[in-house]
């Protein structure tokens, strides 16, 4: 993209469409070496008569409970991607808008449930609100999320990576602590192998402390891309019996697709 876009704002509700924006934001992101503001609103009940926010306890659980759901989709999605966690008790549009100006926001990413006829006129649109008041460029991301039958839907953006020559006892600390089965190896931001859990295995009894990991990495890996279909990645990864497959876009690792992430995409779906 042209226009530098450093500071993202990623408005969530933690729906499909929200999360469809989120991934938008984390691509721009990554484009321009920005930093992803994750944003969530914890509506306020109004009080009547007075017409004043009532703060009680149950809004101290809901912030906690978002900044949870926050730090998880930081985990899962954001790995390698500068990120941010906000969260704000109030009216959504005024709240995205205040939250904007206060963090010098250079764009806006968030969902639009597409609302037409009455249901507009009644409910209004929160993303319409954001467009008319936002002190940077607002892209909406339209109702219907992202194409669930891509690997891009359901792969791991931005994973941790390995570097030729670590140490495999280093890189073991790293995925255990990361939960990690399986780990791209890049040299100079080009990708020439993986690692998986079983790799690690198989050079334990050499003494992992000094074993680097180019001499247990599978090199030259199979790649799909964000826009392979689901079941094409499925049939390589049962095919060739493996476990993962990076992603690449124009070359650069975006993504990785595991048999876990194939088969929470047919759970979730069925």
């Known amino acids: 993209m042209s226009f530098p876009f450093r500071r993202i704002l990623s408005p969530l509700d933690f729906d499909d469409n929200s999360l469809a924006a989120l991934e938008v934001a ?14 969530h609103v914890i509506p306020m009940m109004v009080a009547a008569p007075m017409g004043r926010p009532v703060y009680v306890d149950i809004y101290k659980g809901h912030e906690e409970d978002a900044r949870a759901e926050l730090r998880h989709l930081a985990a899962s999605r954001l790995q390698g991607i500068k ?8 009216e959504p549009a005024g709240a995205i808008v205040r939250t904007a100006k206060r963090s010098a926001a ?4 968030m969902a639009t449930h597409g609302r037409r006829g009455l249901s507009r006129v009644m409910l209004g649109s929160v993303a319409e609100l954001v467009l008319r008041e936002a002190p940077c460029p607002v892209l909406c991301v339209r109702q219907g999320g992202p194409d669930k039958n891509l690997v891009a839907t359901w792969m791991s953006s931005s994973p941790v990576a390995a570097a030729p020559n670590e140490k ?3 890189l073991q600390t790293r995925m255990r602590e990361g939960k990690f089965r399986c780990v791209p190896v890049l040299d100079n931001g080009r990708l020439i192998g993986i690692i998986t859990d079983r790799g690690l295995l198989s050079h334990e009894a050499e003494g992992s402390e000094q074993v680097e990991v180019r001499l247990a ?5 199979t790649t799909v891309a964000p826009t392979t279909p689901l079941h094409e990645a499925a049939h390589l990864l049962f095919e060739r019996k493996i476990d993962a497959l990076p992603v690449l ?6 993504g990785v697709i595991t048999t876990n992430d194939i088969l929470r995409a047919f759970v ?3």
């Not at 984390?26 to 944003?39: K, M, P, S, W, Y």
Request: charged residues 25%.
């Open 26 to 39: 984390i691509q721009i992101a990554r484009q321009n070496d920005g930093t992803v503001l994750l944003f």
């Open 83 to 90: 990120h941010e966690m906000l969260t704000y008790h109030g």
């Open 106 to 109: 250079d764009l806006i990413v």
């Open 168 to 170: 495999l006892s280093s």
């Open 217 to 221: 990495m599978t090199e030259n890996p």
């Open 249 to 254: 876009d124009d070359g650069q690792l975006v």
């Open 268 to 270: 979730e779906e069925d």
